[in-house]
């Protein structure tokens, strides 16, 4: 049976579905790999990060001023989606090598969402296939035997958290995350 490797996904976008609105950054970061046992790896090491170009006029100005991007930037300047999803499915497979990837998040539904939705539309597969996706705070909630309500970041012990910031920025927050969801495969609670 092969590895699986696990690849922190965030994703910055300007409304609440993929369609009507735009994914504009996402970053990933290896985490680890599982075989016999989990094995961290400095989520650093292995990066990627593109900002996109809108693919509609539609956008929410509060998910906007999340990211802090600019869209008339990246009307200009952005990556075409169609190439940067077909150069992301690329860097995947050959940073997986022989290993299963892995998409994780937390949580998982929206970024999931914008980048599964992308690969489709834009490439016609996923190399995560349909369902290569783990929740982190669903996992939290099985670790730790707590009610999926309480498997927030503010209720789960210090260990666990990464001690890098969360910005904002896809990249900066896809290795925070990877350092979490680490923390969280090696935690005995």
């Not at 509609?56 to 869209?71: H, I, K, M, Q, T």
């Not at 309480?150 to 210090?158: C, E, G, I, V, W």
């Not at 666990?160 to 904002?168: K, N, W």
Request: proline fraction near 7%; glycine fraction near 6%; charge should be negative.
């Amino acid at each position: 049976m092969r590895a699986d490797m696990y690849f922190s996904v965030d994703v910055e976008a300007d409304g609440p579905i993929p369609g009507p609105y735009s994914m504009l950054s996402f970053g990933a970061a290896v985490a680890g790999t599982m075989g016999e046992a989990f094995a961290r790896t400095d989520p650093a090491a292995a990066t990627f990060y593109r900002e996109l170009r809108p693919i509609s006029d539609e956008f929410v100005p509060a998910a906007l001023e999340v990211s802090g991007l600019d869209r008339a930037a990246l009307q200009r300047d952005g990556a075409d989606p169609a190439v940067a999803m077909r150069e992301f499915n690329r860097w995947v497979t050959a940073t997986a090598g022989e290993a299963r990837p892995v998409f994780v998040a937390y949580p998982a539904s929206f970024d999931w969402m914008f980048v599964y939705w992308y690969l489709i539309r834009f490439t016609g597969a996923s190399v995560f296939g349909h369902s290569g996706c783990l929740d982190v705070k669903t996992a939290y909630a099985i670790r730790a035997g707590v009610p999926f309500g309480r498997a927030h970041k503010r209720a789960m012990p210090k260990q666990l958290l990464s001690t890098r910031p969360h910005t904002h920025h896809a990249l900066d927050d896809a290795v925070e995350q990877a350092d979490l969801f680490a923390n969280l495969m090696s935690w005995q609670p």
